[in-house]
């Protein structure tokens, strides 16, 4: 059930917009690694045609910005970051979360509210968690999708990146199983045929996100 909004309880830096959106907000650097154990196979090891390397390939180097005015842009972080603001208490590094989230969805036809839903499940919003599989981040990505349609080069531990990548292998899934969003979760977490990972989902999903 989602939270309310209550602009005399909660305060927010404003925004300003300078050549996109842009905040000041003063930086706190508080990174502490914690192992975690989010998903017991995240995004297990794919099949994929050349083809679909090269499409997803081709997702992960490509940026846009997912907000259509500034009015919505600021409506949507304003609640978001209420209902994360507990488990990120860094103001910089829950707008960056939220940003990309919301840029990464849109970008691949993903309702940012599932993205946020599948990182609560994954990671409680730990950018640095790393689980007994060796899965990393935010949306517990595993090391080999790098190889697959990424870079050697690229930390999934940074935000935007994980985010990127997660979205990315989401969407992929999502297409290969033609919409059902069932299977595609759980293709993602690598149980695919069970129902507990996504239904999971989905109840933080229905609960905490809409």
Same mark, same amino acid.
């Given at each position: 059930? /989602?939270?309310?909004?209550?602009?005399?309880?909660?305060?927010?830096?404003?925004?300003?917009?300078?050549?996109?959106?842009?905040?000041?907000?003063?930086?706190?650097?508080?990174?502490?690694?914690?192992?975690?154990?989010?998903?017991? $196979?995240?995004?297990?090891?794919?099949?994929?045609?050349?083809?679909?390397?090269?499409? !997803?390939?081709? $997702?992960?180097?490509?940026?846009? +910005? %997912?907000? =259509? @005015?500034?009015?919505?842009?600021?409506?949507?972080?304003?609640?978001?970051?209420?209902?994360?603001?507990?488990?990120?208490?860094? +103001?910089?590094?829950? !707008?960056?979360?939220?940003?990309?989230?919301?840029?990464?969805?849109?970008?691949?036809?993903?309702? /940012? *509210?599932?993205?946020?839903?599948?990182?609560?499940?994954?990671?409680?919003?730990?950018?640095?968690?790393?689980?007994?599989?060796?899965?990393?981040? !935010?949306?517990?990505?595993?090391?080999?999708?790098?190889? *697959?349609? %990424?870079?050697? %080069? @690229?930390?999934?531990?940074?935000?935007?990146? +994980?985010?990127?990548? %997660?979205?990315?292998?989401?969407?992929?899934?999502?297409?290969? =199983?033609?919409?059902?969003?069932?299977?595609?979760?759980?293709?993602?977490?690598?149980? !695919?045929?069970?129902?507990?990972? /996504?239904?999971?989902?989905?109840?933080?999903? @229905?609960?905490?996100?809409?």
């Amino acid at each position: 059930m /989602p939270l309310s909004f209550n602009s005399s309880v909660f305060s927010f830096p404003s925004f300003h917009w300078i050549g996109g959106l842009t905040t000041h907000f003063s930086l706190v650097l508080a990174c502490i690694l914690i192992l975690t154990s989010g998903s017991t $196979q995240a995004n297990a090891l794919p099949k994929l045609t050349a083809e679909e390397r090269s499409q !997803l390939a081709a $997702q992960i180097a490509n940026e846009g +910005n %997912g907000f =259509e @005015d500034r009015f919505d842009a600021e409506v949507w972080l304003l609640d978001m970051s209420q209902r994360i603001q507990r488990r990120v208490k860094d +103001n910089k590094k829950r !707008l960056l979360i939220l940003k990309t989230v919301h840029r990464e969805a849109k970008r691949h036809n993903l309702q /940012p *509210e599932l993205v946020l839903a599948v990182i609560e499940t994954e990671s409680n919003f730990d950018s640095w968690a790393l689980s007994v599989a060796n899965a990393r981040g !935010l949306m517990q990505v595993m090391g080999f999708w790098k190889k *697959e349609i %990424g870079s050697e %080069g @690229d930390s999934l531990f940074d935000i935007e990146t +994980n985010i990127r990548y %997660g979205t990315t292998i989401l969407k992929h899934y999502l297409d290969r =199983e033609k919409g059902d969003l069932v299977r595609a979760l759980a293709r993602y977490n690598g149980s !695919l045929g069970k129902r507990k990972y /996504p239904e999971k989902v989905m109840r933080k999903w @229905d609960r905490n996100w809409r």
